[in-house]
């Protein structure tokens, strides 16, 4: 069974406009972090943002928050104010603490293209 | 603070033949981990190392790859022979320890098998 689902396999958005990819997620650990990471043209995956399943709050990183609804296993992440630079394909990952040895499972991602 | 290394960052070669890939991790790190990413697919672990000891390689293809990582700071991973499936990028990753939630990657190794 896939425990990462991105549906959205592109996107676009204006420039300083805000846009949300979405994911969703699959597991039965009640024990989990939740990741997104950006993956520019040069191949390196950068590090964006974590939420821990029992994090109370949203996630927030500057531009980039992430919009946690636990019952429905949803993981969205929100660029606000986008930027030329966000242009870049992005993932989403799940890490289960209590199985998997903690292991990064990465959803398939989402090429957003920011225009002028 | 110097980021993952990793080397080479392209290598083509053909079937059948073997290739080599190099990480040096963040360090201080004693987690590292490979990925393979095959175009259009997020990355896949292969293998996930703590200090010099194998964590994880249940995705690991051994009959054809095998990695190390003997003093606990850099590590190689092999693949003998090639196969065509096998072109892909090939990412390393570290972090401080397994419970932490981030991990640092470096810039890839794009292999192509002709």
């Known amino acids: 069974a896939q425990k990462i689902t991105q549906t959205q396999p592109g996107m676009f958005v204006q420039e300083k406009e805000a846009v949300t990819l979405d994911c969703t997620y699959d597991t039965s650990d009640p024990s989990y972090g939740l990741f997104w990471y950006k993956q520019p043209s040069s191949g390196e995956m950068i590090f964006l943002i974590y939420q821990g399943s029992y994090d109370q709050q949203n996630a927030t990183e500057g531009r980039y928050s992430l919009n946690f609804q636990k019952a429905r296993k949803s993981a969205n992440l929100v660029i606000s104010a986008s930027q030329l630079g966000d242009s870049a394909m992005y993932f989403c990952a799940m890490r289960e603490v209590n199985t998997g040895f903690q292991k990064l499972v990465f959803g398939t991602g989402t090429r957003l293209l920011v225009s002028p | 603070e110097a980021g993952v290394a990793q080397s080479p960052r392209y290598k083509i070669i053909e079937k059948r033949q073997s290739v080599a890939f190099w990480c040096n991790p963040i360090?201080?790190?004693?987690?590292l981990y490979w990925y393979q990413q095959i175009l259009g697919q997020g990355p896949k672990l292969l293998i996930q190392?703590?200090?010099?000891?194998?964590?994880?390689d249940s995705q690991l293809p051994k009959d054809r790859f095998s990695a190390e990582r003997l003093k606990g700071v850099d590590s190689t991973l092999k693949i003998q022979p090639a196969k065509l499936e096998d072109s892909a990028v090939y990412l390393c990753?570290?972090?401080?320890?397994?419970?932490?939630?981030?991990?640092?990657f470096g810039p890839g190794t794009r292999l192509t098998v002709t």
């Open positions: 190392f703590q200090n010099n000891g194998v964590v994880d």
């Open positions: 360090s201080g790190h004693a987690t």
């Open positions: 990753a570290s972090s401080l320890d397994m419970n932490r939630a981030e991990q640092y």
